[in-house]
């Protein structure tokens, strides 16, 4: 089972340079996340989306866009990277938040230089 | 925004000890949930906890929802090496369609 597969799992980028980090999921799950990680920290939410067409602000969604065209995808989107943006980020997929359950992807370590 | 409070944010211990750990937060919550997260992996969900008091347990792992619904704890019993990692705590507010997320708890294993 595949479960949440995001790409890439690395990448460098320079300053103000754009990039879109692809997750995409196979179980139907309406419910899909974008958290970010920082070293020794928690997970900061930044995008969520409830279904297909409709995408809601998280806590850091500044610098940030993303899209939900299709059930199975959730792009996020970093336009003008800044150093700031250095993280790891986990997409998460889930069937409805009254279950709890929150299935996360591998993660995509992102470095801004 | 919503915060929890997870303690502590590291713990060093012995192979065979016995592991606790909390959350807690100003805000009632409907759901606790507790995941851990292995090295250059994502979180997976090891307990999830729905009802006021509810006492659950997964092999080793035992969590619960504490009465006043403004905390949990976790504990590990007979800590093996592959409990090594970061647990984090979770809850969700009522009504809400997001989880709130603690700073986690890295836990390190002296063979």
């Known amino acids: 089972n595949a479960g949440v597969t995001q790409t890439p799992k690395f990448r460098i980028l320079k300053i103000g340079q754009s990039m879109t980090l692809q997750c995409t999921q196979d179980m139907n799950h309406n419910y899909m996340y974008w958290y970010r990680q920082d070293p020794g920290m928690g997970l900061k939410l930044i995008y969520y989306?409830?279904?297909?067409?409709?995408?809601d602000k998280g806590e850091v969604p500044n610098g940030y866009n993303v899209s939900r065209s299709t059930t199975e995808d959730f792009p996020l989107r970093l336009e003008l990277a800044a150093p700031s943006q250095t993280s790891v980020y986990f997409c998460a997929s889930s069937s409805g938040l009254a279950a709890g359950e929150l299935f996360f992807g591998e993660g995509s370590r992102l470095t801004v230089l | 925004g919503q915060q929890l409070n997870q303690s502590p944010q590291s713990m060093f211990i012995q192979e065979g000890e016995d592991v606790s750990m909390n959350c807690t937060s100003s805000?009632?919550?409907?759901?606790w949930l507790w995941y851990k997260q292995d090295p250059g992996e994502g979180p997976v969900l090891l307990i999830a906890l729905y009802k006021a008091g509810e006492l659950t347990s997964n092999g080793r792992l035992t969590a619960q929802f504490g009465i006043t619904r403004k905390d949990s704890f976790l504990n590990i019993s007979a800590s093996i090496p592959s409990d090594v990692g970061i647990y984090f705590c979770a809850g969700r507010l009522q009504g809400a369609q997001k989880l709130v997320f603690g700073q986690g708890t890295r836990l390190t294993i002296n063979p």
């Open positions: 805000s009632i919550f409907n759901t």
């Open positions: 989306s409830v279904g297909a067409g409709i995408t």
